[in-house]
């Protein structure tokens, strides 16, 4: 039985989801029964036999009951769009998150050392380490400290170790600075973090120049007090104090330095 026609169709709609699923898939309509698409050729919520506005007293459905279906057919697909863009982000998270947790550590790490913050380096480098092991799963220390050592090298343009070098004080600078900070400072040089990084022992110029440093980092420091002293009491009795204050802290610089030199 034909639709009775009872009032005029809008001009236009925002969204029309099945016309382009039409367009999109024409070969996949069923022209016996109708189409694999509701409301194209057949059965429809939407009218009575084919796609279009279904008018009052079409079916049982008018105006109203139609735009409340197509209403309900937007949100549908505007919530699948949000839900795949999310999706999407998550996978790419997932695949470019820990590429990125790297660059990220290994930028901390280039910091620290630009800084010549020689005692926090092997603590920033530990992070870059396992940043590294996170990406590219378990393996073994060597291959994991390798492929480290290659990331930072793409990532900053120089290698590990130069860039600890040229950033750092000579053993010796950093042995009279431990000194004279009673060892509360500098206590590993750039030697000592290249050698816990490479698993190779400071050389033993490096260890010389080090030591050195320390003996003459608590010499100066008990000369520099001991003619404080001298100038504040005009007596020279109380420069062994001095004197004692510098051994005290090259003894100090020896203890807290100890583990690699």
């Known amino acids: 039985m034909a639709c009775n026609i009872s009032s005029v169709q809008p001009s236009t709609f925002q969204y029309m989801p099945y016309a382009t699923m039409l367009y999109n898939d024409f070969d996949n309509i069923d022209m016996a029964s109708g189409s694999t698409y509701p409301g194209i050729m057949g059965p429809s919520i939407f009218g009575c036999g084919g796609f279009g506005m279904p008018m009052a007293g079409c079916g049982g459905m008018n105006n109203t009951s139609y735009f409340d279906s197509m209403r ?29 947790a790297i660059q990220t550590s290994a930028a901390a790490l280039k910091d620290k050392i630009v800084r010549n913050e020689q005692d926090q380096i092997m603590k920033a480098y530990q992070k870059y380490v396992d ?6 799963g378990d393996s073994t220390e060597a291959d994991i400290g390798s492929r480290a050592a290659m990331l930072y090298q793409q990532i900053t343009g120089k290698t590990l170790i130069q860039d600890i070098r040229e950033n750092a004080h000579g053993s010796m600078t950093q ?15 750039a030697e000592d973090n290249i050698s816990q990084i490479t698993g190779q022992e400071v050389a033993q110029g490096e260890k010389d120049s080090q030591n050195a440093g320390r003996v003459l980092g608590g010499v100066g420091l008990g000369g520099a007090l001991a003619g404080g002293l001298y100038k504040l009491t005009g ?8 004197a004692g204050i510098g051994a005290l802290a090259t003894l100090m610089s020896f203890i807290t330095g100890k583990v690699r030199t």
Do not use: P
């Not at 940043?131 to 590219?136: F, G, M, N, P, Q």
């Not at 042995?175 to 590993?188: K, V």
């Not at 007596?235 to 001095?242: F, N, P, S, V």
């Open 131 to 136: 940043c590294v092991r996170h990406a590219y």
């Open 175 to 189: 042995g009279i600075l431990n000194s004279m900070s009673f060892g509360t400072y500098y206590r590993h040089s």
């Open 235 to 242: 007596k020279g009795k109380y420069a062994w104090i001095g």
């Open 72 to 100: 309900q057919y937007q949100k549908y697909y505007n919530d699948l769009n949000i839900e795949q863009q999310k999706m999407q982000r998550n996978a790419d998270l997932q695949l470019n998150g820990s590429m990125e």
